[in-house]
């Protein structure tokens, strides 16, 4: 068995876990996440002869939160890439599978790593690594399947609000495309960026422009922008990022003022036909921020197949989670909320009683 952990500037890591096997778990995600977040990548391998576990992870540094610098030794904890966990490329095995948990542990301790949270891929995540009471269902996601042919979709897929709209789109003439200069990765940005306004998103969501030109620029085998035109005028536009498997919705957003013509269905079916082309299994359109939302109820419009989009967590140091938490409670004056936000240490009170993750 051997164990290696690697960096965003380890070559190893694209071979350890290429970006045609896992998107979200690849290089050139991990280093433009880093490059843009308060983050450190890595990748810890496991591996024997014949067999490798890989999870990514991002790690924050607690002393960046008000309260994280009067904690002694540096303090961090972990953070998985969406649809990722640890995951195995090539042959599975059982042994190691097992051996995993125990070694990772041992690692977050030697390291300072007091939790670990993650994001995991619903068909691809080892259950063998994880413990049973650390795994949490988040919500249920939406995914086409696109083995099915267009015709079937269209058919026994979509509904009927669906399929309406798709058709006022095309009678408005909205026209779809792909990103091929930096100019329409600008106006992605343009619709994105008024979009989180509009929905009074939570500051994670609010990125550079650069970050998105990061992906159009170093990652144009795996990053596709999808823009809808209106009357010479871009009113929709998402960013889907795939692999060899599925195609998964990112970030997107659209101009409210055209909603009636329906671009966002037309972005839908244009990255549909494209995945087809591409032999993809899965679009993965994902889930909404509430149980049966306007946003749920859209991508449920596409398909009415479902899947258990789990969270995982895990504290690996009780005694600095708990001093966090303490120190958590001096600085805000209130208690600690158990209002499902992990780790606790992290969640910012809002006036309203409601809070949400830093």
């Given amino acids: 068995m051997r164990e290696r952990i690697l960096t965003t500037h380890d070559d190893a890591w694209a071979l350890a876990l290429p970006a045609a096997t896992s998107v979200f778990g690849s290089q050139q995600y991990a280093a433009i996440t880093e490059q843009y977040t308060q983050t450190s990548a890595r990748l810890y391998v496991i591996e024997s002869a014949n067999s490798r576990l890989v999870y990514p992870v991002f790690l924050r540094s607690v002393r960046a939160l008000a309260f994280g610098a009067n904690q002694g030794a540096e303090l961090f904890d972990s953070l998985s890439p969406e649809y990722t966990g640890p995951m195995a490329v090539g042959n599975e095995s059982l042994d190691l599978s097992t051996l995993f948990a125990q070694s990772f542990e041992n690692w977050c301790q030697q390291y300072n790593v007091v939790t670990e949270f993650a994001h995991l891929h619903p068909w691809r995540y080892q259950t063998q690594c994880l413990r049973p009471e650390g795994k949490q269902l988040n919500r249920e996601i939406v995914y086409v399947d696109l083995s099915r042919s267009l015709e079937q979709l269209w058919t026994e897929s979509f509904t009927y609000a669906c399929r309406k709209n798709i058709n006022r789109a095309r009678r408005e003439n909205v ?73 998964y919705s990112y970030l997107g957003g659209a101009d409210q003022a055209f909603q009636q013509i329906r671009p966002t269905n037309a972005v839908v079916l244009d990255t549909i036909q494209w995945a087809q082309r591409m032999g993809k299994r899965r679009l993965i359109l994902g889930g909404g921020y509430m149980p049966d939302d306007g946003i749920f109820r859209f991508k449920a419009s596409f398909s009415p197949l479902r899947a258990r989009f789990q969270v995982y967590r895990n504290i690996h140091l009780p005694e600095q989670y708990n001093n966090l938490c303490a120190a958590w409670e001096q600085y805000y004056g209130i208690a600690v909320q158990s209002n499902g936000y992990f780790p606790a240490y992290r969640s910012i009170p809002h006036v309203n009683g409601e809070s949400e993750q830093s």
């Fill in 175 to 247: 026209r779809t495309f792909a990103a091929t200069s930096a100019g329409d990765v600008g106006e992605f940005y343009r619709i994105y960026m008024h979009t989180m306004e509009r929905n009074h998103a939570q500051d994670r969501y609010f990125f550079s422009l650069d970050y998105f030109k990061a992906f159009f620029e170093e990652m144009p085998d795996h990053a596709r922008f999808v823009l809808a035109e209106y009357q010479g005028q871009i009113v929709a536009a998402t960013l889907y990022l795939h692999d060899d498997m599925d195609v």
